[in-house]
């Protein structure tokens, strides 16, 4: 072998060993990444709030519920004490490869996404799906096992008496209380000609209350419930329609999604599809 030869055969070797190198450490990076990059927000209330990021905005926290910022829900940051690495749901399909890689199989999920149920029981019910989040936000703050002094339990933070009216038979169990407490979401706005705040208020209160005081009762806990979904639905809805429009003017042209887009009042106010 020449010289040249020679120096051609240890140059090879070297660019042979650096990509070794690298391709050890590329390996230890991707199995040293975390499972999921969704966080836990702790509540000074001891509830949690799963996000995927926040944004600070001033004295408030917007947490998004989805990777595409779709949903969302605003906390006061001081009512936030920490946040923590949620390493129980894996979000992307690599982690659930990987995972599936070291136990030798492919497992299916126990549970669906929390979003995936919401979508599914308002697809069924006719609702928002901003909406069920907000009434979810507000009754447990996104808590699957919250029970209230009064025996409310699960996410929707339903009655033991309402749930066996609606058939839940479990309700920590996110698929069935969700489904059942939008199917009384549902119930409750027909009964009240689709006026979301006698809704809600029968929600929190009971529909014997509402009709008692002819309106939402006089009770500053009802009060402050109604007045908290209702802000929080309402700038979702107005965040929204005014990304559609920056969206609008970016492309000239509207899309079909954003053009089906509708009104804020329209929302949650229109008579039932026949």
Known sequence: MTRRGRWASVRAARIAAKAGVLLCALAVALLARPATAAELAILRNGFSIRHEHRLAMGTTTRLYLTADESSFTDVPSEEITGYEK????????????????????????????????????????????????????????????????????????????????????????????????????????????????????????????????????????????????VHEYNTKKTAQEKEAKRKQVSNKTPSHAQRALKPVANTVTAAPPR
Do not use: C, W
């Open 86 to 229: 949620d390493l129980t749901l894996p979000t992307s399909a690599e982690a659930t490869a990987a995972n599936a890689a070291a136990s030798g199989s492919v497992k299916s999920s126990s549970a669906p996404p929390l979003s995936e149920v919401v979508n599914s029981a308002s697809a069924a019910y006719h609702l928002d799906p901003d909406l069920v989040n907000s009434v979810i936000h507000a009754e447990s703050g996104f808590n699957s096992h919250a029970v209230s002094p009064k025996g409310a339990r699960g996410l929707m933070q339903l009655m033991p008496s309402t749930a066996s009216q609606l058939g839940v038979h479990d309700a920590f169990d996110p698929q069935s209380n969700v489904t059942g407490g939008s199917r009384y979401l549902r119930e409750l706005l027909e009964r009240y000609n689709f006026d979301l705040v006698k809704a809600l208020a029968a929600y929190n209160a009971g529909p014997e209350r509402v009709e008692q005081y002819r309106g939402v009762p006089p009770f500053r806990e009802t009060r402050a419930y109604v007045a908290r979904i």
